[in-house]
């Protein structure tokens, strides 16, 4: 399936090499106050050797003056090789501050550029869209029109079959060329900024939104979830083999973002106890991603307003509630918060969750969240703090990742992986599927995968694969 998986970010991300600059300018600096100190020594040795030695043997004393000149002051000495270092340094912290001006420089100049041209872009694609659209419906409605009689209802199915024809034709161009999404986020924004001016960040765009949706009575989160036990569960918990790989991970994900687990009453967040022959242990929570795309769904919380008020950085109610279910099946387990490791895991909507957990300090602080595997998520914009390793999977052609308007990451702890398929289909929300992700990840992204990031994340990763697995499940719903 596919032709493999790129790699970005992590390692290879501008962040990476920056730190990589500075790190080393750091080391030079510690060598050249070695080199210095060494100087010094010499220097304080040849100042105590005995005047006695030198009146006895003067060949002797002159050739020890002269290694000490070469080790003191020559060209090749510690105090000329201390100056070069320190110099060599402070130029490298220069070209690192340089290079990070620059980045930023050309990203922005690259966005501007892309503003500017995308409404020309959209237009220019979206007619050949049309275009083809027409000479579609042309071709599937050659006698409509044959009949005086019949001109308006002619008409009518003329325009259905061109509309169906035109979305169908506009997915198929989108899947094949993801940009036309970016210009259409582009285009949106600016036309949404010229009737609402305001902070141009991407969270803020999305918070005016949700505002404007709340002063109109949707997307309202007010009301705290329950959370409580799934009752189908055995007492005690009957323990299984816990995941091997991303494979595992995946599809667990997609299990529990299914409908069987979930539905229209409620969401199901799933919490796994992994521990292991030597005593270890650790844990990976399981969020469900959108199961309800209505705006103010009855009962079930994952929905549109958790989709506009996670991209807004804004409160959700799903947030605590999913901190009471981990805290409930550790209190269960005898374990208290923080001192194993969690790794949170989710899909298109909970990877955003995820994501927006992991950025709060007092959660954090409870929980020694490691790391977060995301799959099919706009998340790329959002930074994950120091200590919190970061693994993004995407489809190629998957176009809810690049709603964030985001195509690379550039932290250091965040590594992303775009991979491909060979999925016969013109419907990117096709590519958008729990279950093709968990395929791809078996395929692609395997214990035995060559690919830098996958090695990373399995080095990582130790305490979470394999070992045995005890399963706590949780209901969380609105009342």
């Not at 090749?76 to 110099?87: C, Y």
């Not at 509309?163 to 997915?171: A, R």
């Not at 667990?252 to 242990?281: N, P």
């Amino acid at each position: 399936m596919g032709g493999g998986c790129t790699s970005s970010g992590g390692p290879l991300s501008t962040d990476a090499n920056l730190i990589d600059m500075r790190y080393t300018a750091g080391a030079l600096d510690g060598s050249g106050d070695e080199a210095t100190m060494l100087c010094g020594e010499v220097l304080r040795i040849a100042a105590h050797l005995p005047v006695k030695s030198a009146l006895l043997s003067p060949g002797s004393a002159a050739q020890v003056a002269e290694h000490v000149a070469g080790l003191s002051i020559g060209p090749a000495s510690f105090g000329a090789l201390a100056v070069r270092m320190e110099v060599v340094s402070r130029g490298m912290r220069a070209g690192a501050t340089a290079y990070e001006t620059a980045d930023l420089v050309n990203r922005n100049a690259l966005a501007a550029i892309a503003i500017i041209a995308a409404p020309t872009r959209l237009t220019i694609r979206t007619l050949n869209v049309a275009t083809l659209a027409t000479v579609q419906t042309a071709g599937s409605s050659p006698g409509l029109f044959t009949n005086p009689a019949t001109y308006g209802s002619g008409l009518l199915l003329a325009a259905r079959r061109w509309g169906s024809f035109f979305v169908s034709d506009l997915g198929a161009a989108a899947t094949r060329d993801p940009s036309i999404v970016d210009d259409g986020l582009a285009v949106f924004r600016e036309m949404f900024w010229m009737i609402r001016p305001g902070d141009p960040r991407f969270e803020s765009q999305v918070g005016q939104l949700l505002a404007i949706g709340r002063h109109a009575g949707v997307f309202t989160d007010g009301t705290p979830l329950t959370v409580t036990p799934v009752a189908d569960h055995p007492v005690p918990h009957t323990p299984v083999d816990g995941p091997r790989d991303l494979g595992d991970l995946a599809a667990q994900e997609a299990m529990v973002e299914s409908g069987a687990l979930g539905g229209d009453a409620q969401a199901r967040v799933r919490v796994h106890h992994v521990t292991h022959s030597d005593g270890s242990a650790a844990w990976i929570v399981n969020i469900p991603g959108t199961q309800n795309w209505q705006v103010n769904g009855p009962h079930n919380p994952t929905d549109a307003t958790a989709n506009v008020a996670s991209m807004a950085g804004a409160p959700l109610a799903l947030y605590p509630a999913i901190t009471t279910a981990m805290r409930m099946a550790m209190k269960q387990a005898g374990v208290p918060p923080g001192s194993q490791p969690v790794m949170l895991v989710g899909h298109s909507q909970a990877g955003i969750v995820a994501t927006r957990m992991v950025q709060n300090p007092r959660f954090q602080k409870e929980f020694n969240v490691t790391q977060v595997v995301t799959m099919a998520a706009p998340v790329t914009r959002m930074k994950v703090p120091d200590g919190v390793h970061a693994l993004e999977i995407e489809h190629v052609g998957d176009l809810v990742p690049s709603l964030d308007e985001a195509r690379l990451p550039t932290q250091a702890n965040a590594g992303q992986l775009t991979c491909d398929t060979d999925l016969p289909t013109d419907n990117p929300l096709d590519l958008h599927s729990a279950d093709l992700y968990a395929e791809t990840a078996r395929e692609h992204l395997g214990r035995d995968s060559p690919d830098p990031l996958a090695r990373r994340f399995y080095d990582r990763s130790e305490p979470f694969l394999g070992g045995t697995d005890t399963v706590y499940d949780y209901y969380v719903r609105r009342p």
